[in-house]
C-alpha cells in the first residue's frame, strides 16, 4: 500500500516536472520563429516608410522571400510543438482509447476522427463537437 501511493506521487512529480520543462528543440524553434519575425517586421517598417519606387519594389521582393521564410519557419515550429510534452497527460489517453471513433462533422456533414476533430479551431463547430465527447470519456475515466 505504502509502495503504490509514492510511486504514485513520484510519477505525479514526473509528470509535473515534463510539463513545466521547455525541451532545447522547442526554445530553439521559439528563437527561430522570434528571428525570423523580428526581420520580417524590420523589412515591413521599412517598406513603409520608403518613398523611392525603386527601392520600394526591392523591398516588396525582400518581404515576399522573408514571408516565405516566415512560414517554413512556422511550420518547423508547430512540428515542434505537437511533439512538446502536453499538458494535459490525460487527454492524450482518451485519443488513444477512442481517437479513431468516427463523429459527425456539423460543418461538412461528414464523418471524422475524434482526435482529429480535437486538432481543429476551437471556434470551430467540429471541435465543440468532439470536445463535448472528449468529456464525456473522461468523466467516465
Same mark, same amino acid.
Given at each position: 500500500?505504502?509502495?503504490?501511493? =509514492? ?16 525541451? &532545447? ?8 520563429? !522570434? ?5 520580417? !517586421? ?15 519594389? &526591392?523591398?516588396?521582393?525582400?518581404? =515576399? ?5 516566415? !512560414? ?30 468516427? =463523429? ?31 468529456? !464525456?470519456?473522461?468523466? &467516465?475515466?
Amino acid at each position: 500500500m505504502q509502495s503504490t501511493k =509514492i510511486k504514485n506521487i513520484i510519477k505525479e512529480e514526473v509528470h509535473k516536472l515534463l510539463e513545466a520543462s521547455i525541451t &532545447k528543440g522547442f526554445r530553439k524553434a521559439v528563437e527561430a520563429l !522570434q528571428k525570423a519575425q523580428l526581420a520580417q !517586421q524590420t523589412l515591413r517598417k521599412a517598406f513603409v516608410a520608403e518613398k523611392d519606387p525603386k527601392q520600394k519594389e &526591392k523591398l516588396k521582393q525582400s518581404l =515576399i522571400k522573408m514571408h516565405k521564410v516566415v !512560414q517554413k519557419v512556422e511550420v518547423e515550429f508547430n512540428d515542434v510543438l505537437r511533439n512538446e510534452p502536453a499538458g494535459e497527460l490525460e487527454e492524450l489517453d482518451v485519443r488513444k482509447v477512442h481517437g479513431d471513433e468516427k =463523429i459527425d462533422n456539423p460543418d461538412t456533414g461528414n464523418t471524422i476522427k475524434l482526435s482529429t476533430a480535437l486538432k481543429s479551431k476551437k471556434s470551430s463547430a467540429v471541435y465543440r463537437t468532439a470536445k463535448a465527447k472528449y468529456n !464525456q470519456y473522461k468523466d &467516465k475515466e
